[in-house]
């Protein structure tokens, strides 16, 4: 598939500042990071966040109804920005497609932003981590390439996008470099992620801000012989890590270069808890969480599941240093009782050695 994003970027180069470009039919083009998204003015993290709760097992009458309160803030979010769905399949086998975005819930997203008006075409985006690092498979596995045809929308492969050095940390905070995608730092960029709500095998659960942090460094694939480089597996820290530690202080550090959702919606119809986030086993859970507050609906998640904040340091972080509210006091749940639809999941089988940095940090 011609990819209009990638040829339209390309010839401007990696590093310098993009002005907007016809995409396809409709849409933008971007790619620059002089001015990455951390860079733009945002508003004041507000004293009380709203979330939207609903319960059932609808997704798509679900995920397009929980959106309904937020229309004017994201209509005006979205301004004249590109609408980019990050979709959560970063493994691209049929087998992982309990563990993937549902289509249904792309399609409620779809409905919505339809509903808004906003015209111009929409990207679903993934750079996956598997399978030579073709996006398109798990597209095609888990049933998103009819989107294209039911709506004003391209699917696109985010590791055939252009990017740029940034650092990080390896274990012991020795800085090492990885490549981000452009995309999720373009400050001309409109990000929603479309998550799915699952126990996980670093940080004890993932929700909307780690979908959009993981797929935003490359994975290449060397065309010429058999070796994959998967930039992702950096963001776990490499030898000498000490549980999830290394991958917590990345997912903080890509949140402060940008990569951060302007809209989190988390499908959690069905979930998965255990081995998680690819080996774990399916709960139906029966709800929906989102908000323009990626920290709030997060943070909602975790009480969810039935996880001791104390675990969630990333998300933690996140909260104390602006990008928005931890604090339940400061979170106004609007829906059902979320109390009374906690479900205490099982955690990933090594999750002692996951949280042994934490318990290390307790005894100090």
């Given at each position: 598939?011609?990819?209009?994003?990638?040829?339209?970027?390309?010839?401007?180069?990696?590093?310098?500042?993009?002005?907007?470009?016809?995409?396809?039919?409709?849409g933008a083009a971007f790619g620059g990071t002089a001015f990455a998204r951390e860079s733009m003015a945002?508003?004041?993290?507000?004293?009380?966040?709203?979330?939207?709760?609903?319960?059932?097992?609808?997704?798509?009458?679900?995920?397009?109804?929980?959106?309904?309160?937020?229309?004017?803030?994201?209509?005006?979010?979205?301004?004249?920005?590109?609408?980019?769905?990050?979709?959560?399949?970063?493994?691209?086998?049929?087998?992982?497609?309990?563990?993937?975005?549902?289509?249904?819930?792309?399609?409620?997203?779809?409905?919505?932003?339809?509903?808004?008006?906003?015209?111009?075409?929409?990207?679903?985006?993934?750079?996956?981590?598997?399978?030579?690092?073709?996006?398109?498979?798990?597209?095609?596995?888990?049933?998103?390439?009819?989107?294209?045809?039911?709506?004003?929308?391209?699917?696109?492969?985010?590791?055939?996008?252009?990017?740029s050095p940034r650092f990080i940390y390896a274990a012991e905070h020795r800085p090492q470099p990885i490549?981000?995608?452009?995309?999720?730092?373009?400050?001309?960029?409109?990000?929603?992620?479309?998550?799915?709500?699952?126990?996980?095998?670093?940080?004890?659960?993932?929700?909307?801000?780690?979908?959009?942090?993981?797929?935003?460094?490359?994975?290449?694939?060397?065309?010429?012989?058999?070796?994959?480089?998967?930039?992702?597996?950096?963001?776990?820290?490499?030898?000498?890590?000490?549980?999830?530690?290394?991958?917590?202080?990345?997912?903080?550090?890509?949140?402060?270069?940008?990569?951060?959702?302007?809209?989190?919606?988390?499908?959690?119809?069905?979930?998965?808890?255990?081995?998680?986030?690819?080996?774990?086993?399916?709960?139906?859970?029966?709800?929906?969480?989102?908000?323009?507050?990626?920290?709030?609906?997060?943070?909602?998640?975790?009480?969810?599941?039935?996880?001791?904040?104390?675990?969630?340091?990333?998300?933690?972080?996140?909260?104390?240093?602006?990008?928005?509210?931890?604090?339940?006091?400061?979170?106004?749940?609007?829906?059902?009782?979320?109390?009374?639809?906690?479900?205490?999941?099982?955690?990933?089988?090594?999750?002692?050695?996951?949280?042994?940095w934490l318990r290390e940090t307790e005894k100090k």
């Open positions: 598939m011609k990819n209009d994003y990638h040829d339209s970027v390309t010839a401007t180069g990696r590093r310098g500042f993009l002005k907007r470009a016809a995409l396809g039919a409709a945002k508003p004041a993290v507000p004293e009380k966040s709203d979330v939207s709760f609903l319960t059932g097992k609808d997704r798509r009458e679900m995920v397009y109804k929980s959106l309904k309160p937020f229309a004017a803030e994201i209509e005006r979010g979205i301004g004249s920005k590109q609408v980019i769905i990050k979709a959560n399949a970063g493994l691209a086998e049929p087998r992982f497609a309990s563990c993937s975005s549902h289509a249904d819930e792309l399609r409620g997203i779809l409905d919505f932003l339809k509903e808004t008006g906003y015209d111009r075409q929409v990207i679903i985006t993934e750079g996956t981590a598997s399978t030579k690092c073709n996006a398109f498979i798990g597209f095609e596995n888990y049933g998103y390439m009819p989107l294209e045809k039911e709506y004003n929308v391209r699917l696109t492969d985010a590791n055939d996008q252009p990017y490549n981000i995608i452009n995309l999720f730092m373009d400050p001309e960029v409109y990000l929603i992620s479309a998550a799915r709500l699952k126990s996980h095998n670093a940080v004890v659960a993932t929700c909307s801000l780690k979908n959009v942090a993981m797929g935003s460094p490359m994975c290449h694939w060397r065309k010429s012989g058999a070796a994959q480089e998967n930039e992702k597996s950096k963001m776990h820290g490499g030898r000498g890590s000490v549980g999830g530690r290394e991958l917590s202080y990345n997912l903080f550090l890509v949140a402060q270069m940008g990569v951060q959702p302007d809209l989190a919606i988390i499908d959690g119809v069905e979930t998965i808890e255990g081995n998680g986030p690819w080996e774990g086993t399916v709960v139906e859970h029966g709800v929906v969480v989102t908000s323009t507050d990626f920290v709030a609906a997060d943070r909602i998640c975790t009480e969810l599941m039935g996880i001791d904040p104390k675990w969630m340091k990333y998300l933690e972080w996140c909260g104390q240093a602006g990008m928005g509210n931890f604090d339940l006091a400061r979170i106004k749940v609007n829906g059902p009782d979320y109390k009374k639809h906690v479900i205490k999941y099982k955690m990933n089988e090594n999750f002692d050695w996951q949280v042994s």
